[in-house]
Each structure stands twice: as C-alpha cells, then as structure tokens.
C-alpha cells in the first residue's frame, strides 16, 4: 500500500516510523511519504488559509495549494514495490469532524485499497470546492474519529493510518490475534490476563486456568457480550455478528 500524507505540518507523522508499521515500511509492505503543503504555495509567505466567503471567524485553506499537491502525489510512481492498477482510484481521506464515523469496518476496507491520501486540514478546513474537484481524481472520503473538535486533522491521521494499516496482512506478527480484538466481531473484546494465577490478592478467573478450551472460549464471549452491554449500549443494539 502507498500512502501520502500533505499538511503544513508533516513532521507530526514522525511516529509513524516507529514499531510495527516502521517495520513494515522497511519490509517493503508499506510506503509512507509525508508533503508539506506548503511547498505548493506560490506567494513569499507561503500562505494556505483566507478569511473564509461571506464573513465569519477563523481562517480558511485555500483550495490551489491542496490541488497542487494532489495532482502531485497522483503523479509519483511507488518507489517500493507496491502493486497498484493504472485503472485503480486513489482514496483521499479528509479528516474532518463532519465526515461519517471512522469505524473498523471502515479500516478494514481501506486495508485493502493500495494508495491512500490524506488532506488534513487546520483552522476552519478546507474550501468546499477543493473535495469537489477531487472527487474527478479520486473517491474521496471525509471521516471523523469521534465526536469532538481537535487543533488540526494530523492526530484523526495518525489513528487512521494505524488502525487501517495493521490489518494489512504481514504487518501484525500474529494475524489471528486480530480476530479477538474489540470491534471484530461487533463487540468489545473479553477481559484478558496472564501470569501468576496471582496477584496482590487478585486471582485469575478459574475457567481460564481448566484447559478447556470450549468452556475458556464460551466464557469471553459472554464476557464481551457483558461488558459491550454495560459500557456500549449503542453498538450492542446492533445486529451482531455470529
């Protein structure tokens, strides 16, 4: 998978050469390329924002510098070997707190898409008409990690890029560890523990000690049927998955 990231702030992303998808950058399984929005501005300033049409606070990023940088990164080729179909869309993803809820089932999908973009906007976001002309260019999503405002689009960025690219096949060690996890399957994943039995006058539930298998794997389903009852209400109304 290719991924470009554009934000006057690229270094932000620096976290991403870390740990597990740092490692699969080197593998080759990833390429992540950061851009500075900046670099495609035209006045000695280097400006990206205007006072938004109409009147009203804040400030908005003008929509040139977001194109030119899209048209850009379009038109640079994979330097690892990433696959990608000439006939493939590109999916830019526009962190925004307007856009619909970034889910796992949402990673799940672009997991298997091979080059995404990022626009993160800052002050009041970016002029409409930008997400309109890119929308010839590439299937563009607006998303939004939760319903709160933040300073700027790089920290939603980060949590996509991780939640999205650790289901990449070869970037998690342990693949069949994502099956268990909370959101797979609809619920919060199970209360988990380890060695010693125990601790500080704790014990680890006997079930888990019996060795038997079918009794353990009964047991964490109801533990997060349970637990996604009484601290999720809202996804357990959902249909589940069996």
Known sequence: MKIDLISILPEFFDSLDLSLIGRAQQDGLLEIRRHNLRDFTSDKHRSVDSPPAGGGAGMVMK??????????????PGENSVNQSATERPVLII??????LFTQQAAQELSEQTHL???????????????????DL??????????????????????????ITRLIPGVIGNEASLEEESHSDGLLEYPVYTKPAHW????????????NHARIEAWRRSQAEERTQRIR????ERPQSC
Do not use: H, K
Request: with cysteine.
């Open 63 to 76: 929509p040139e510098p977001w194109a030119l940088a899209l048209e850009y990164v379009l038109a640079q």
């Open 95 to 100: 962190p925004t707190p307007s856009g619909e």
């Open 117 to 135: 973009v990022f626009a993160p906007a800052r002050f009041e976001g970016i002029d409409e008409r930008f997400t309109d002309w890119a929308s």
């Open 138 to 163: 590439c299937e563009v999503r607006r998303l939004s990690i939760g319903d709160y405002v933040l300073n700027g689009g790089e920290s939603a960025v980060v949590v996509m890029v991780e939640a």
């Open 200 to 211: 500080r006058g704790q014990q680890i539930p006997d079930v888990l000690l019996s060795g």
């Open 233 to 236: 209400p809202d996804l357990w």
